[in-house]
């Protein structure tokens, strides 16, 4: 319950995803999917290091100067890191604080003669549920020019006074690859909603974030590389 009365103050990160075709499916590990195990990222991750600019940053959930993009060291994924990123409903809420939302514009640069697709994403947050509270997290993802991907969305049921992490992966065969010889930009869109329910709204609080005993947690997209066929850059 601790936890709850402090949410109007917390400072929360959260980052969602999903991924893009119809077989996508849970994985277990921090890295790769169980069923697939390296070369997952593919037989060639380039040396050079792909370089992520943040464009645009626009939503109720990340206000300027509270969200970072960082790259690996070895090119295998990146994480967008947000510092206040909370939904929250009941008392000490305002009317609109039950759904908080974001959207992230990122130029993806890569090694010449490269592309890249995401194949797994892993986020993880905390939450205090009230029994009879739901709280939901949504996502999608898509190159600049290219058409969307299909929405995915995660509900945790209360009561729930823990932390929680959901993982997401596509199936080799569905990767949608960055295309090659020319820059286009990615999108990510993400939203944190929490519902009373049949709680009491007027006598408790409960709450969704992406956070951790640091303050600091980020998402990681898991990716693939590929060699472009003639040599150009995605």
């Not at 295998?76 to 939302?101: C, E, H, I, M, W």
């Not at 969307?148 to 596509?170: C, I, K, M, S, Y």
Request: charged share 15%; glycine share 10%.
């Amino acid at each position: 319950m601790s936890r709850a009365l402090a949410a109007g103050g917390a400072i929360a990160a959260f980052l969602l995803a999903t991924l893009t075709g119809a077989n996508a499916q849970a994985f277990t590990g921090p890295n790769l999917p169980g069923t697939a195990q390296p070369p997952y990222f593919g037989d060639d991750v380039p040396t050079d290091k792909m370089v992520i600019e943040l464009v645009t940053v626009n939503g109720s959930g990340c206000p300027a100067g509270t969200a970072a993009v960082a790259v690996s060291d070895d090119n295998t994924a990146f994480t967008v890191t947000y510092s206040d990123y909370l939904a929250q409903v009941g008392v000490g809420s305002t009317s609109t604080d039950f759904r908080k939302n974001c959207q992230l514009n990122l130029a993806i640069h890569v090694p010449q003669g490269f592309t890249y697709a995401v194949a797994g994403v892993n986020y993880r947050g905390y939450g205090y549920l009230e029994d009879g509270a739901v709280g939901t997290q949504k996502a999608q993802y898509y190159f600049q020019g290219q058409a969307t991907t299909d929405q995915r969305t995660h509900t945790f049921n209360g009561p729930l006074d823990d932390n929680w992490e959901a993982n997401d992966t596509t199936d080799l065969a569905s990767l949608v690859y960055a295309p090659c010889g020319e820059i286009r930009n990615f999108n990510i869109n993400t939203e944190l909603r929490v519902s009373a329910g049949t709680s009491d709204p007027t006598t408790t609080t409960s709450f969704m974030t992406m956070d951790s005993t640091d303050g600091d947690v980020s998402t990681t997209y898991q990716l693939s590389w590929e060699k472009c066929p003639d040599g150009s850059g995605a």
